[in-house]
């Protein structure tokens, strides 16, 4: 269904996309995870057409972007990070704009109006003018345009951020239920809990490459993954930093917390504790974190997901 092969794309000399090539099966949900500036959006924005790419290729539902966008265009459905809407307006009349802009004749588009705002949970409020609205609301109106006119594939680009845990609930149930009917989305996020429950196969991208792919269970298995020990302390220095590193190996600082691993935390927390404890170090919150999309992104690049 969508083909993306050595994307490359430069800002002013810097290199936002390094070769990002990947491939997303029909009716697959495909995430892209990674930190903010990683690449997420401009991967998005080049296979919507929205950018042009400095070299790579994309096919998109078996065309090809670049000889034939108008018919890629056709086929997609695109959430971007900011809402296009007309505040003067309602709900309701700026659905019949964007349903018009895609060419939606008038009688079909006012019943797929009606069955968008009901999946989204706003036909108690379709006529109300969207300046009245709260920043969830606003983001299900904006779903809701890029569904009328029956794309295949969604690209959603980090479509919760900053909106309120009942719009961010009812757009994973509205994913969920896009993703059963056959629809192939393309999710980009840096909260791990969203790929973890909604995507079929996860690419993890960072400093504008794709560093892993895989299930979720494939990528547990694709390297030596441990279990994490995450200690936080009160004022910890580099001397006592480095005698609790002279009895536990495998760690890594993050300023004031040291990430240890193990194949058997249970067994080895008390160890920890008392080696921290020898050191003088005080502990403020001890955090045990299974093998996960965190964890993995850790081991992978060393990095704190969302402090890059």
């Known amino acids: 269904m969508i083909y993306v092969s050595n994307l490359k794309k430069t800002f002013d000399g810097l290199e936002a996309l390094k070769g990002v090539s990947f491939h997303i099966q029909p009716g697959e949900c495909y995430g892209l995870l990674g930190p903010n500036g990683a690449g997420k959006t ?15 290729e994309v096919s998109i539902a078996g065309f090809d972007l670049q000889k034939r966008p108008l018919d ?3 086929n997609i459905g695109v959430i971007t990070q900011e809402i296009a809407l007309y505040n003067d307006l309602s709900a309701y009349d700026n659905l ?11 009688p079909e588009l006012r019943k797929r109006i009606d069955e968008t705002v009901e999946l989204l949970g706003l036909a108690g409020r379709k ?4 300046g009245t609205y709260s920043g969830g609301l606003k983001r299900r109106i904006n779903i809701a345009s890029a569904l009328l006119h029956r794309p295949k594939i969604l690209f959603m680009d980090e479509p919760t951020v900053g909106i309120d ?17 056959g629809m192939t989305i393309v999710y980009t996020t840096h909260y791990m809990e969203e790929a973890e429950r909604l995507c079929d196969r996860i690419g993890i991208i960072d400093d504008g490459k794709i560093i892993a792919e895989g299930t979720l269970d494939q990528l547990k298995a694709s390297g030596p993954m441990k279990e994490t020990v995450a200690i936080s302390f009160a004022n910890l220095t580099d001397e006592q930093c480095d005698a609790i590193a ?3 190996n495998d760690l890594r600082r993050f300023d004031q917390s040291i990430h240890f691993y193990s194949k058997n935390i249970q067994g080895d927390l008390s160890k920890i ?6 050191a003088r170090a005080e502990i403020t919150h001890i955090d045990i ?4 999309l965190e964890t993995i992104f850790l081991n992978l690049t060393g990095a704190e997901l969302r402090d890059k």
């Open 127 to 130: 006529y109300d003018k969207v």
């Open 96 to 106: 019949l704009f964007w349903g018009g802009m895609y060419g939606v004749p008038k």
């Open 42 to 56: 401009t991967t998005i924005s080049i296979m919507s057409a929205i950018l042009n790419s400095n070299e790579g």
């Open 273 to 278: 504790i008392t080696k921290c404890n020898d």
């Open 72 to 74: 890629c265009k056709k």
């Open 246 to 248: 002279k009895h536990w």
């Open 289 to 292: 974190r299974k093998i996960n």
């Open 165 to 181: 845990p009942q719009s961010r609930n009812l757009i994973y149930e509205v994913v969920e239920k896009l993703h059963r009917d």
